[in-house]
T-cell receptor, first 112, second 112 residues
Framework: GENVEQHPSTLSVQEGDSAVIKCTYS??????FPWYKQELGKGPQLIID?????GEKKDQRIAVTLNKTAKHFSLHITETQPEDSAVYFC???????????FGTGTRLTIIP | DAGITQSPRYKITETGRQVTLMCHQT?????MFWYRQDLGHGLRLIYY???????DKGEVPDGYVVSRSKTENFPLTLESATRSQTSVYFC???????????FGPGTRLTVT
């Protein structure tokens, strides 16, 4: 089955700096790569996703990049703000599969 | 517009007792999922359902039972709770199996 590795497990950055979280996956047929944000005491919520026919996608301060050859994708958050502090999960799917496979999560802390 | 709800939000039970966690969604999504979240393991899929009366095992199904007699409800039962089942449980739903999932607020279960 699919194996997803996520790094780092914890990340602290100064407010205003950038944060990068990386995930690698094993199944070369995977074609959908979402990122979820989980705030304290809440369920995860989709913040951005990318499909395999696209190399990069941006939404304001958030971007995701995909390298299908190397089988890794990354979440980039620029100009970080205190409200970006949360746990972030990457996930992977092949649309022939009904399920997402999640990474183990990254706890991001923004230092004021 | 309730979305997806879980009950109870917190539960303490004793080893060996049966406990049922409830999940209800108002979107008429076909797919529903149960995950458990533990430190260091991220989100692990317990069971999922593609439609009413159709369920399938995920990564960690042992000790759990599910049913789905109605599209909107997907209860998870621990038939004889063990301490290793102490966790935070999330229910999710999606329109398509491999697409965006919408998570409930979670149930924190403690087995003593």
């Amino acid at each position: 089955g699919e194996n997803v590795e996520q790094h780092p497990s914890t990340l602290s950055v100064q407010e205003g700096d950038s944060a990068v979280i990386k995930c690698t996956y094993s199944d070369s047929a995977s074609n959908y790569f979402p990122w979820y944000k989980q705030e304290l005491g809440k369920g995860p919520q989709l913040i951005i996703d990318i499909r395999s026919n696209v190399g990069e996608k941006k939404d304001q301060r958030i971007a995701v990049t995909l390298n299908k050859t190397a089988k890794h994708f990354s979440l980039h958050i620029t100009e970080t703000q205190p409200e970006d502090s949360a746990v972030y999960f990457c996930a992977v799917n092949n649309f022939g599969n009904e399920k997402l496979t999640f990474g183990t999560g990254t706890r991001l802390t923004i230092i004021p | 517009d309730a979305g997806i709800t879980q009950s109870p939000r917190y539960k303490i039970t004793e080893t060996g007792r049966q406990v049922t966690l409830m999940c209800h969604q108002t979107w008429s999504h076909s797919y529903m999922f149960w995950y458990r979240q533990d430190l260091g393991h991220g989100l692990r899929l317990i069971y999922y359902s593609a439609a009413a009366d159709i369920t399938d095992k995920g990564e960690v199904p042992d000790g759990y039972v599910v049913s789905r007699s109605k599209t909107e409800n997907f209860p998870l039962t621990l038939e004889s709770a063990t301490r290793s089942q102490t966790s935070v449980y999330f229910c999710a739903s999606s329109l398509a199996g491999g697409g965006e999932q919408y998570f409930g607020p979670g149930t924190r279960l403690t087995v003593t």
